[in-house]
């Protein structure tokens, strides 16, 4: 009896001890993935630029985003859009070796922790390797995808020494590497935040500017050529700006689409 009992108690334990594991490792890792989540593998890439300048040694961060990944949720649905996540992941932690880190940032986003690179070469080949895994179709409850990435890279401890730093302009390297055409990779550089730091202020101006009327209209004559006849007018929208004068709207444009501050701008250009 009092072996019975002895075994029961130790089944309890045990069970209690492995459910106390699953709930830690749920705290600390993303359920559809398996993968570090956000506050893991930051966890990880601040002991990985401890390491780096104790041992003056250089790490890099990738920060990860599948390209066009919304269209796949929008027309497929989002057991599918998780579906590929699932398999993204499992292809990005085959490219890394095991002294390295992988995270889900969260949505579409990934974190690479590349600790003790030695140089640029050695990150631009896992880089290229990443980009190369991806080229096979994924294969999802019969459906056949494609999927590339858009990478940005930031260098610690160069380019930072926290991680806060380091994903902010991993992001911002991330979203040049998009607008070089996706499926590549950059560097960050501290260009991107002079360029960040205007695209916050033009975002931040551009409601200003449309609730205090700074917006134009200049009209450009349409001409038929074989009578000389003008046939109409086409409307063209400039904003001179109070500080940086007249931008043109190949660079407020793209800037608007972003924040959603197209529609109210289309519908001003309508009405005036």
Not at 154 to 178: C, E, W
């Amino acid at each position: 009896k009092l072996l019975e009992i002895g075994s029961h108690l130790i089944g309890i334990v045990l069970a209690r001890q492995a459910s106390e594991a699953r709930i830690a490792y749920l705290a600390s890792h993303d359920a559809l993935t398996g993968l570090p989540n956000r506050a893991l593998v930051r966890d990880r890439l601040e002991q990985a630029i401890a390491h780096a300048q104790r041992e003056n040694l250089s790490g890099a961060l990738l920060f990860v985003d599948i390209d066009n990944f919304k269209l796949v949720n929008d027309t497929l649905g989002h057991p599918m859009g998780d579906a590929l996540l699932a398999q993204v992941a499992a292809r990005l932690d085959q490219c890394v070796r095991q002294v390295d880190s992988i995270g889900r940032l969260g949505g579409d986003e990934f974190l690479v922790v590349l600790p003790d690179t030695g140089d640029t070469d050695g990150i631009c080949a896992v880089a290229e390797k990443i980009a190369e895994a991806m080229q096979a179709p994924f294969q999802i409850d019969g459906h056949t995808l494609s999927a590339s990435l858009s990478l940005g890279i930031a260098v610690f401890p160069t380019d930072g020494d926290n991680p806060d730093t380091l994903i902010r302009k991993a992001d911002a390297a991330m979203y040049h590497a998009k607008d070089a055409g996706r499926n590549t990779y950059r560097f960050f550089t501290e260009r991107m935040n002079l360029d960040s730091a205007e695209h916050l202020k033009l975002r931040t101006d551009m409601r200003h500017a449309l609730e205090q009327g700074e917006f134009e209209l200049h009209y450009q004559p349409q001409i038929d050529l074989a009578s000389g006849a003008i046939v109409g007018v086409e409307a063209l929208i400039r904003w001179p700006h109070a500080e940086l004068g007249m931008i043109p709207p190949g660079r407020f444009i793209p800037i608007a689409e972003a924040c959603g501050a197209i529609v109210p701008i289309g519908e001003w250009v309508l009405q005036e």
